[in-house]
């Protein structure tokens, strides 16, 4: 069982950066895609960022594109987010999932690995 440990989330005032980390364990990391997503309090999960698992392909939802990358190092079993401009919008539990089957896209599946989720706050 892959397990994921997100990193990085904290209160951060709105026009700020952070830059989450997900560690994960297991041989299989470098195998599939890799992917971030968020829940805002009252709301459901959403997709934000994935990266297929060489790195070449990412993608992510309309409301980051141009403020959040998506990374990954296969050597150290890691998966990074980074964000910028942070606005009001973006304040969520932030989870770490890895695809279950693809190694190119992430679906969100609840049979996908899930990290524990690091909490992100943007204040005024």
């Known amino acids: 069982q892959v397990q994921l440990v997100e990193s990085g989330g904290g209160l951060v005032q709105a026009g700020g950066s952070l830059r989450l980390s997900c560690a994960a364990s297991?041989?299989?990391?470098?195998?599939?895609?890799m992917g971030w997503f968020r829940q805002a309090s009252g709301k459901e999960r959403e997709f934000v960022a994935g990266?297929?698992?060489?790195?070449?392909?990412?993608y992510y939802a309309d409301s980051v594109k141009g403020r959040f990358t998506i990374s990954r190092d296969n050597a150290k079993n890691r998966v990074y987010l980074q964000i910028n401009s942070l606005n009001h919008e973006d304040t969520a539990v932030y989870y770490c999932?890895?695809?279950?089957?693809?190694?190119?896209?992430?679906?969100?599946?609840?049979?996908?690995?899930w990290g524990q989720g690091t909490k992100v706050t943007v204040s005024s």
């Open positions: 297991g041989p299989t990391f470098s195998s599939y895609a």
């Open positions: 999932n890895q695809d279950s089957q693809s190694g190119t896209v992430v679906r969100g599946s609840e049979n996908d690995n």
């Open positions: 990266i297929s698992w060489s790195g070449d392909y990412t």
